[in-house]
């Protein structure tokens, strides 16, 4: 596609829920990213992508957090048993390649947990 | 501490003024350098790269600073739309094995 597209925009869920997010990178975009921004925040990390394998799963939070990219391109990020503190935007992004350090965002998925 | 530091502002400026945001980062191993805009509820948004020599493009000037590990973002002449946080962006591991990490954001308010 011609930008990185993100699903749902906006979550909001229960707490004890499962929620799962979806970006859909660039078509061509080797690399893929997710980061968590909560408010007044950067960005922060979780994990990329490089073709199907995760080459750093560093950032996340704990296990509850797991992220797949089962065919190299669409992305699927898995929370379970949100916590209110999992709130945040959560962010992808995709890069031509792991080398290239230009990052396109998508618009995002605002999760909420009441 | 933070790998990358930035003052959050908000820097309140009148159009035309010249303004100036710093950054510093931890990690003396740091290679790559950015700048990235991010507008309100939106995405962020590569505004430039800042490379050892100094880069300008149009009205913003990016500096680096190995020695004192420090970055510099100039902006002159001020515009209403430039309005927007301001986001310093480190690449620490070599590239190929980690994703950028991003400062927290300096905010500008550019007031007519």
């Known amino acids: 596609g011609a930008g990185v597209s993100q699903t749902p925009s906006n979550k909001v869920t229960e707490k004890g829920k499962y929620v799962e997010l979806r970006c859909d990178p660039i078509?061509?975009?080797?690399?893929l990213y997710w980061y968590r921004q909560s408010l007044g925040q950067g960005p922060e990390f979780l994990i990329y992508f490089q073709g199907t394998g995760a080459a750093d799963d560093s950032g996340l939070p704990n296990d509850r957090f797991f992220a797949v990219r089962p065919e190299g391109s669409v992305s699927t990020l898995k929370i379970q048993r949100t916590e209110r503190g999992d709130s945040a935007v959560y962010l992808c992004?995709?890069?031509?390649?792991?080398?290239?350090?230009?990052?396109?965002f998508g618009a995002g998925s605002r999760l909420t947990v009441l | 501490r933070k790998e990358v530091e930035q003052d959050p502002g908000p820097f309140n400026v009148p159009e035309g003024a010249t303004v100036a945001f710093n950054c510093t980062y931890s990690n003396s191993a740091s290679q790559s350098f950015f700048w990235y805009r991010q507008d309100c509820r939106k995405e962020p948004k590569l505004l430039m790269s800042v490379y050892s020599s100094g880069n300008e493009d149009g009205r913003f000037t990016a500096q680096l600073n190995r020695a004192s590990q420090y970055i510099s973002l100039l902006i002159r002449d001020s515009k209403l739309s430039d309005s927007a946080t301001y986001l310093c962006?480190?690449?620490?591991?070599?590239?190929?094995?980690?994703?950028?990490?991003f400062g927290s954001g300096t905010r500008l308010q550019v007031q007519p």
């Open positions: 992004a995709s890069s031509l390649s792991a080398g290239a350090n230009v990052l396109t």
């Open positions: 962006v480190v690449n620490t591991i070599p590239a190929g094995r980690r994703a950028l990490t």
């Open positions: 078509s061509g975009h080797t690399a």
